[in-house]
């Protein structure tokens, strides 16, 4: 088995190195020509290969390390949050990369939309709850929704019996907390209607970002995965107050 690691650290030996240097001392036996074709396909080309490790940005930094990981081929991969500090079209490049490689690839990510693209299998690590679901993370959602809209179903006849009970004992304390209990999942289809609506955003922006005459446009990519950054923030708090909501009604 030939592993292949990926960590958000992005160490080099050498930050003085050039792209170029730094590739061509790594794979001594390949031609500049050969060299360049590599970069290349990870949108390192022309001048951009004479620039020093030193002054990459995070995102070039992580697509070189990258670049080096394919080139030796290994057949199993793991990847920790693959795509920190890269921009739209560095994330498009790698999901092409990721879907035609044929050995098998585990990574972890908070990136949804990269989860949903590249994932065909789902591990959810969760309060101490390991959570395995054969699929993209868009039916894992949808399965999740299923469940949760099942639990709520038997809550509700429970409730119903309890309320019949709580009738006859006269009993405040289970009246109060059905009544609580229906207040929580009411939130919580209002931050889903909310997450769903900022999701839509997000795909409008990037069908945005992906017309021809803005992607030589950097200012605007720029401003535009700004946007994007901000709707993905404000999803994974809304994310968060779903799942406390759905702790305590669960309770």
Known sequence: MSLGYFDQQLDFKNEENTVLEEFSTIFPELTTTKLRTILGNFLFSGEDVEKKIKVL?????ARLKLCEIFKKEPNLLLLDE???????IGKESLE???????????FISHDRYFVNKVADKILEFKKGKVTFFDGTYEEFQEWKKDKQEEN??????????????????????????????TKRKNKMKKIEQEIQEKEDEVKIIKKEMEKE??????IKLEELQRKI??????????????DELSNLTAK
């Open 82 to 88: 693959p795509t920190n500090h890269m921009d739209i």
């Open 152 to 181: 709520e179903s038997k809550m509700e006849k429970t409730n119903i019996k309890n309320n019949g009970k709580a009738e006859q004992t006269n009993s405040k304390k289970e009246y109060l907390k059905n009544k609580e209990n």
């Open 229 to 242: 950054d901000k709707l993905n923030k404000e999803i994974e708090e809304k994310m968060m107050k779903w």
């Open 57 to 61: 940005s995070g995102g070039e930094k």
């Open 213 to 218: 005459e803005n992607l030589t446009d950097y």
């Open 96 to 106: 092409t990369i990721l879907k035609e490689y044929k050995g098998t690839l585990i």
